[in-house]
């Protein structure tokens, strides 16, 4: 039997994009060379990144920052997609409308092909890991898988992704460790980053 290990999943939202989501901006540049500094002493194994320039070009600034040489690695699961679209008699009568045309704003194909990349998802990236030794792996993705991954971790009903927003270049840390639950250690955090590159991507009213 192979022996299991924690798993330290690191996860961040890319870095500010354009308005044509073709390149960072020169805000998302600094932001992701920041998390790729905070990041520096982290013993990463692997980078992986959703296949959208905006999360490619994130992932390589944070990948020149390092001090080891890790694979940079694409995944299409680490992408930008639908995780699960709810049954309206899952969600609370209160948010139903405001939830469901959100989700039905997206391309069918979109949401037809989103849940079965969100479990592949999981499948990689999540619960404890083989080995003897820690692994810390950081996904470089968008905001939808980052709070699939949060929703995942605490257990919550599938249609609770929906109202947990990521800032650009946050940070996540979720630990997987064999025996027990899996643990936040930090969610959303941007404690790297300077007041004025904060927020960014973030729902104007929910904002500290």
Partial sequence: MTAATTRLLYVARHAEASSDETELTERGRQQATLLGERLRDVALSAVHHGPLPRAAETARLVHEQLRRDVPLLVSEPAGDYVPYVPRREELPTDSADRFL?????????????????????????????????????????????????VRDALDAPAWRWLGLSHSNAALTVIRYTPGRPAALAMVNDMGHLPEELRWTGFPPELRV
Wanted: net charge negative.
């Fill in 101 to 149: 045309g959100f989700v039905e704003q997206f391309p069918e194909a979109e949401r037809s092909r989103g849940p079965g990349l969100a479990d592949a998802a999981l499948a990689r990236f999540t619960g404890p890991a083989d080995g003897a030794e820690p692994l810390h792996e950081l996904v470089v993705t968008h905001a939808f898988l980052a709070a699939w991954f």
